[in-house]
C-alpha cells in the first residue's frame, strides 16, 4: 500500500533542463531517447520508471509546437524537396496550460581530475 504524502511535503517553482537524465546514469552524455515519455511506456521502461512512481511535476507552457511534413519544389531546379512545417498550437485566451511531467536528479559522474 502506498502512503499519501504528509502535510510537509510542499510543491515548489524550480528551473530544470528538459530531457530526462536518470539518477542511475553513468555515461557522460545522456540519452537522446528520454526527451518525451509516453504514457503508456512510463510504468514499464526502466529509463522513466522510478520517475514514474516518485517524482511527477507540472511543466507549465504557453503553447507547443507539432510539425508537419511538407514538400516544396525548388524553383531553380525542379527538385521537389521534403521538410517540417512548424505549428504553434495554443489555447485562444492564451492561458497557461501544464503538460506531465517527470523529475529525476542527477548528479555527473566525479572524474579523478576534477
Sequence with gaps: M???PGPDVGF?????RW????A???ETTPSQSTFN????DAASKRVWRQPYRHSRCLVPAVGWYEWRSVESV??????VRKSKQPYFV???D?????????????????RPWN
Aim: charged share 25%.
Design 24 to 26: 542511475w546514469w553513468k
Design 37 to 40: 515519455a509516453r504514457s503508456e
Design 2 to 4: 502506498r502512503s499519501r
Design 19 to 22: 530531457g530526462l537524465i536518470p
Design 94 to 110: 492564451r492561458r497557461l496550460i501544464a503538460f506531465a511531467g517527470l523529475v529525476s536528479v542527477y548528479r555527473p559522474p566525479t
Design 90 to 92: 495554443h489555447p485562444g
Design 74 to 79: 525548388d524553383e531553380k531546379t525542379g527538385e
Design 12 to 16: 515548489a517553482l524550480a528551473q530544470a
